[in-house]
Nanobody, 121 residues
């Protein structure tokens, strides 16, 4: 039912910027928590930033001050603005949101397919 489509990834030089988008579609009643994860080859998937269902924003220390999460509720879209990118930011980035798709049901996690971010000179 629910699909999350990430876009905006690509190749950028160190110090450059990218903006990732995560568009949700389908029979969505509401979106609760919103988050971005990333995973580099051979490493565990890590949380980049989270907006809790209460609106609290939590950034990983490694991206604090460089990345910014935002959302457009009318479009059911979450964004990740990434500035001052470093080679260690190279990873596949995944969107993760809590959604409600059926009236009377609790929210559940939905994941995007991932978008590749490569930072290299």
């Amino acid at each position: 039912q629910v699909q999350l489509v990430e876009s905006g990834g690509g190749l950028v030089q160190p110090g450059g910027s990218l903006r990732l988008s995560c568009a949700a579609s389908g029979s969505i009643i509401s979106i609760y928590h919103k988050s971005w994860y990333r995973q580099a080859p051979g490493k565990q998937r890590e949380l980049v930033v989270l907006i809790t269902s209460n609106g609290r924003i939590q950034y990983a220390e490694s991206v604090k001050g460089r990345f910014t999460i935002s959302r457009d509720n009318a479009k059911n879209t979450v964004y990740l603005q990434m500035n001052s990118l470093k080679p260690e930011d190279k990873a596949v980035y995944y969107c993760n949101v809590g959604v409600v798709t059926t009236w009377g049901s609790a929210g559940y996690d939905s994941w995007g397919q991932g978008t590749q971010v490569t930072v290299s000179s």
